[in-house]
């Protein structure tokens, strides 16, 4: 028997009406404060991950804020964020390794913080996200050269 439920046990919990997700998960705001904080908290220290945040916050708060409000977001449908998050991450210069390390952190810390039901919501959306910057930077790399200026087609 798994230890813990995964996203592939459970698909369906992505795609049910807000309500029924709320009773069956236990999703609020209070649980999305500790996973983004949890999350953060390991994401600092990550040798490979702390580097490439601490290039680019200067201010931590402000960050978990908008990391709050774009879970909110996703969880409980409050349209509390309404940015673009594909730009942000296309500038990264990041691949397969660090996302791999940044699911494994978003992995334990809602194993930790959330209920098994919303763990499995949470990591599903997660892994979704990142396939989808994943192919957004693909994407984006194959349409540019070395230095930069876009390929002639
Ligand atoms: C390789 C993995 C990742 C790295 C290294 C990374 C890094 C970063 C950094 C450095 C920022 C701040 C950028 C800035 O303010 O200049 C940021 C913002 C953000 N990230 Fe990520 N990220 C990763 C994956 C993800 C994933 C999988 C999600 C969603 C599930 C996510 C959601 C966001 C959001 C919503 C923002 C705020 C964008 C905005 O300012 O509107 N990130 N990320």
């Known amino acids: 028997m798994k230890a813990r439920m995964d996203a592939t046990d459970h698909p369906s919990l992505r795609h049910i009406h807000l309500a029924e997700r709320i009773a069956r998960t236990g999703i609020d705001e209070a649980m999305v ?31 978990l804020r908008t990391l709050m409000d774009f879970w909110s977001s996703v969880a409980l449908q409050t349209a509390r964020y309404a940015g673009r ?30 209920t098994p039901e ?21 994407a984006h790399r194959s349409v540019m050269r070395p230095s930069g200026i876009p390929a002639a087609r």
Request: net charge negative; aromatic share 12%; with cysteine.
């Open 85 to 114: 998050p594909m730009p942000v991450h296309v500038r990264l210069d990041v691949g397969p390794e660090h996302f791999g390390r940044w699911l494994e952190l978003f992995r334990t810390t809602a194993a930790e913080v959330c």
């Open 33 to 63: 404060e500790r996973l983004v904080r949890g999350f953060y908290d390991r994401v600092r220290t990550d040798p490979l991950l702390g580097p490439i945040f601490a290039a680019r916050v200067d201010e931590w708060e402000p960050h």
């Open 118 to 138: 919303a763990a499995v919501f949470f990591v599903g959306k997660a892994e979704q996200i990142a396939r989808s910057f994943q192919m957004g930077i693909d």
